[in-house]
């Protein structure tokens, strides 16, 4: 069984910053992709950025220039750093992560039960 822990959601007034953060546990072989994804009241869920296992990046254009990405992974954990954060950001951030339970074993994909990020005055 994997868990996916999300954490770092709050309240924050157009500009500011906050740093998302989500950790993987349980029988974990090995942890391919990890990614971030958002959803607003209303709408439907959507990318947000993207690290493969060797630390490439992937953003949305939205995002890019604002937003960064990173991982630990001696700690299966991704990280999701939100500068310059817009009313336009606010939306339930969900964590993503391609994991493999044993060696050869299918990728399996896993979802956080998701943060609220809330931007506004």
């Known amino acids: 069984q994997v868990q996916l822990v999300e954490s770092g959601g709050g309240l924050v007034q157009p500009g500011g910053s906050l740093r998302l953060s989500c950790a993987a546990s349980g029988s974990i072989f090995s942890v391919n992709t990890m990614a971030w994804y958002r959803q607003a009241p209303g709408k439907q869920r959507e990318f947000v950025a993207i690290?493969?296992?060797?630390?490439?990046?992937n953003y949305t254009d939205s995002v890019k220039g604002r937003f960064t990405i990173s991982r630990d992974n001696a700690k299966n954990t991704v990280y999701l750093q939100m500068n310059s954060l817009k009313p336009e950001d606010t939306a339930v951030y969900y964590c993503n992560a391609v994991v493999v339970l044993i060696r050869f074993g299918t990728p399996t994909n896993y979802w956080g039960q998701g943060t609220q990020v809330t931007v506004s005055s």
């Open positions: 690290i493969t296992s060797g630390g490439r990046p």
